[in-house]
């Protein structure tokens, strides 16, 4: 009998853990409550050159992101929003452990609305630092976009100092100037064994938290 008691009780801890780590993470979220920072962007899309651009960055409480660029950025703005609105509402989304990689805690968070934007999200925690070493967001605009991440100083606000994305060309909305470089349909021999798979590093310097 006791040892049933145990095993249901280890069981009702582990059952309670990614709901515990999440809460944890929106708590350390709500902490800022606004930065500015210089961002350098270095996209790298297929079949298409583009130098990296610098670009003034302000987030406002709770999802507000202003990008502010000289030229042309590519910056998946819903891939770079869409953890923030993770961390704003949580009670839109339910935590599921999904064990654990490289010593990481894997949560899955599925919305609670059909009509979420999200359809599905899993992010890979440090759960001893609070922090989101990877994402992997599936969302109706913008397919899946995963996002790897690095810290610095301003790691304990959370808050990165490198972010490289990887998506899926063909989903990801590309500027208008540059989307028919992606969509022609008359370059067989140039497109044919090349990976339909883009990333875009973004390399963050000079914050300016609160």
């Known amino acids: 009998m006791k ?7 280890s069981f009702t801890l582990n059952a309670q853990k990614p709901e515990i780590t999440f809460k944890r993470l929106v708590q ?6 606004s930065y500015d920072v210089v961002a350098t962007i270095k996209p790298t899309i297929p079949l298409i050159r583009i ?8 987030f406002g409480y709770p999802n507000t992101f202003q990008v502010k660029s000289a030229g042309i950025s590519i910056l998946p703005k819903n891939g770079f929003s869409e953890l ?13 452990a999904s064990g654990t990689e490289n010593n990481l805690e894997i949560i899955t968070l599925l919305p609670n609305q059909n009509d979420s ?7 890979w925690v440090d759960a001893g630092e609070l922090l989101v070493m990877k994402s992997q967001i599936t969302s109706r605009s913008n397919g899946t976009i995963t996002c790897e991440f690095d810290y610095n100083q301003e790691k304990t606000w ?7 994305f990887v998506m899926d060309v063909n989903k990801f909305k590309i500027p ?3 989307a028919t470089d992606i969509n ?18 973004v390399y963050f310097n000079k914050y300016n938290v609160n």
């Open 51 to 58: 130098l990296p651009v610098k670009a003034n960055i302000h």
């Open 84 to 96: 923030p609105i993770l961390f704003s509402r949580p009670n839109d989304f339910t935590p599921i």
């Open 176 to 178: 208008k100037g540059l």
């Open 158 to 164: 959370g808050l990165p100092s490198h972010m490289k």
């Open 28 to 33: 350390k979220f709500n902490q800022v409550k």
């Open 117 to 123: 934007n999200i359809i599905l999200a899993k992010i």
């Open 184 to 201: 022609r349909t008359n370059r067989p021999l140039e497109t044919e064994g090349k990976s339909k798979k883009g990333s875009i590093d």
């Open 3 to 9: 040892y049933a008691l145990l095993l249901l009780f």
